[in-house]
């Protein structure tokens, strides 16, 4: 009996702690009104992620519990991503127009492009799993494309990090519940023989979560200084700009 309890809570764990990560740090961009710090790439990396998942699930039918986690993430993470453009920095590329991206990737002004972008996505995967979905090889590609893309989460903040010198704006629950929560979930999936995809990729993102840790103890949370050197030079231009 105890192990089977074990299960359901472990189950009821991964369903709904990963989402629950991002409520500390949603309600400090609120707060403070200013997403600075925290890397809208992150909304990126777990919105496609986690699309591609549930489709995933339909040729692989892995545990429930990883499907509705996907289904609250996705959810969880468009409420973040309209609160991060909402609150978006001066010197964010889409309002400087320095965006160097082809397209502009994921630094559009507006969030009805981001939707517009996801909705043409999920037409692509649909359209490929009508196509593709009894073919195996198919199935295996898009579960680890699935899980790959997830695993690399952490990179967006840790690039981020180590282009200000600090974790200014990146809440330490956040960090705490990416090292907790992945660390959870590498022993869950080998304990539930989940897919492949899943062991190798959960190890990858928690090595990039135990980077991230030794970057806010060599950087810590202090304002980053070129940030504001370079928003004071803003505010100069626009002085001159008025005159």
Sequence with gaps: ?????????ASIGMAVGPPLVYVDQTTSIIKKKDSTGFSRDICAVLLLANITRCFFWLGERFEFALLLQSLLMILCQLALLYICVLYRTRLSPENLGTSSRPLGFWQ???????IEF???????????????????AFVWLLGFFSLGLESTLPLPQFISNYKQKSLYGFRMSTLVGWVGGDSFKAVYF??????????????????????????????GNAPPSTASAEEEDLEQALALAEE
């Design 1 to 9: 009996m105890a192990p089977h309890w074990l299960s359901t809570l």
């Design 108 to 114: 559009w002004t507006t969030y009805s492009q981001h």
């Design 118 to 136: 996801l909705a043409g996505y999920i037409v692509l995967l649909t359209i490929l799993v009508l196509i593709f979905g009894r073919v195996d």
């Design 190 to 219: 080998f304990v539930q023989g989940s897919p492949l995809q899943f062991k190798i990729c959960a190890v990858f993102q928690l090595s990039v979560d135990f980077a991230i840790v030794a970057q806010r103890l060599i950087y």
